[in-house]
């Protein structure tokens, strides 16, 4: 029984002077370096000493046990509470470790982690091979093994340097959840492609107030103040009241310091709402969706319904001066919400104006053929009177012919001196019609001197 005792003592002494360290699972030390590479500390010539010395003792331990003494039964079973490689001859150490590992709560892909057992320490692939795993697999790549900053920062590179937006966007996003923001913001200033996508991913995962953070971080304070407006045109929900409400609010709080086009920007969209408000007070249902109108969409809405409106809102030269619109701009969506109207003389005075002398110029703001096309529907005269404005003889008897203007057909043959392209066209006009009349007193005229 004492040399039993003894043999207790002797494993005390050995084990609290001993010079190998155990694993201590207080250490949160967030770097791998070249020292950590051995597993737990201990190389495979270590374990192997540390194997054979647990066994003698474990011997030494059994006749302990053998002697059947119930004094010490407790301090047997505080022995047999230790990890099975302690105290029984059937197990290594390498054993052991390996089926703890493997039991554990975060086992890792065998394609990413593995173990040389014959080194007895943890490997950990190449950069290269794991930021290869995004181009080859869709399975998730385990990136928590790497974890000192020169890890990290590999990682990014090799990811930005391959230019595949799954591997930048993954260790971006492990990143931002193992690193310190201040480091984490300075690998994105350095990055700038890994900026790009994880402001995107932050945008479809709808975390604005995150996004709007980290874009003022990263000194984008203009981006991040239209990304807010975006917000708020969302939130609304197509309620004009509270759109109106909440951009007014947006515009006094936090606009105020900002660069001039922003703020030009916010208040022309304030005074489109304010016209748009008025509109749907007014023909609500024909404008149901006013909210969603551009500029140039509630100009047409107004010039078609409100085009005599003399009031500061609701009125056309107005609107073109608000929102400074060009004169093509204004006259092309003017000129389509009247030709709805059927408001032919306000088209001419539209689009025609006059001379010092009181003539109308021989010239239009728009293009001459897109405008008689848009007013096929018109009558024949206001049509006319925009193709005799076309230069080119072939183009403006292309057009006469397609929209059946005669006269001007009649007129370009004229202007050719062709009696018999006249002769012919003639014969295809209704008999005693303006038309007809008009061919036959073209072929009459004495001041023209036919080539045929």
Not at 11 to 25: A, L, M
Not at 210 to 228: P, T
Not at 328 to 333: D, G, L, N, T
Request: charge should be negative; charged fraction near 25%; proline fraction near 2%.
């Amino acid at each position: 029984m004492a040399s039993n005792r003894i043999g207790v003592l002797d494993d005390d002494k050995w084990w609290n002077e001993s010079t190998t360290k155990g694993f201590d699972f207080g250490d949160e030390s967030d770097s791998i370096g070249e020292e950590d590479s051995t597993f737990f500390g201990g190389h495979h010539e270590t374990a192997t000493k540390i194997n054979l010395e647990l066994r003698a003792e474990v011997s030494s331990l059994r006749s302990f046990v053998s002697d059947g003494s119930s004094e010490d039964h407790s301090e047997i079973q505080r022995i047999r509470d230790l990890p099975a490689f302690l105290w029984s001859d059937t197990g290594t150490i390498e054993k052991e470790l390996e089926r703890s590992t493997i039991s554990g709560s975060a086992p890792l892909a065998h394609d990413v982690i593995s173990r040389d057992l014959g080194e007895g320490r943890l490997h950990i692939p190449q950069v290269d091979e794991t930021i290869h795993q995004f181009l080859i697999s869709s399975d998730a790549v385990i990136l928590e093994p790497y974890k000192s900053y020169s890890q990290k920062r590999q990682l990014l590179s090799k990811a930005v340097e391959i230019n595949d937006g799954n591997a930048i966007l993954g260790v971006t996003i492990f990143l931002s959840k193992s690193l310190r923001p201040s480091l984490f913001r300075q690998l994105l200033m350095e990055y700038k492609p890994a900026t790009e996508h994880y402001l995107r991913f932050l945008e479809t995962r709808n975390e604005i107030n995150h996004l709007v953070d980290l874009m003022n971080m990263l000194g984008r304070s203009k981006e991040a103040l239209l990304m807010r407006y975006k917000q708020i045109l969302r939130r609304a929900g197509g309620n004009l009241q509270n759109l109106l409400k909440e951009l007014k609010h947006f515009n006094s709080a936090e606009c105020q310091l900002c660069e001039e086009d922003v703020i030009l920007f916010i208040n022309q969209h304030l005074m489109l709402l304010d016209i748009q408000k008025e509109i749907k007070e007014k023909k609500d249902t024909l404008f149901p969706h006013a909210e969603y109108s551009s500029v140039l969409g509630t100009l047409g809405f107004v010039a078609e319904h409100f085009y005599e409106n003399t009031t500061p809102t609701l009125n056309v030269d107005s609107i073109k001066q608000k929102f400074n619109l060009n004169g093509k701009q204004y006259a092309w969506v003017v000129l389509h919400a009247l030709v709805k109207q059927q408001k032919w003389p306000q088209i001419e005075t539209l689009l025609l104006t006059k001379s010092w002398l009181g003539g109308t110029k021989d010239k239009c703001l728009l293009p001459l053929e897109d405008v008689c096309f848009s007013l096929k529907e018109a009558p024949v005269d206001l049509i006319s009177r925009f193709l005799r404005l076309i230069d080119d003889y072939d183009k403006r008897l292309t057009i006469a012919r397609r929209l059946k203007c005669h006269m001007v057909v009649l007129d370009v043959y004229a202007a050719q001196k062709d009696r018999a392209a006249i002769l012919t066209y003639r014969a295809h006009l209704e008999e005693n019609s303006k038309e007809a009349v008009y061919a036959d007193n073209t072929l009459k005229a004495g001041a023209i001197k036919w080539k045929n």
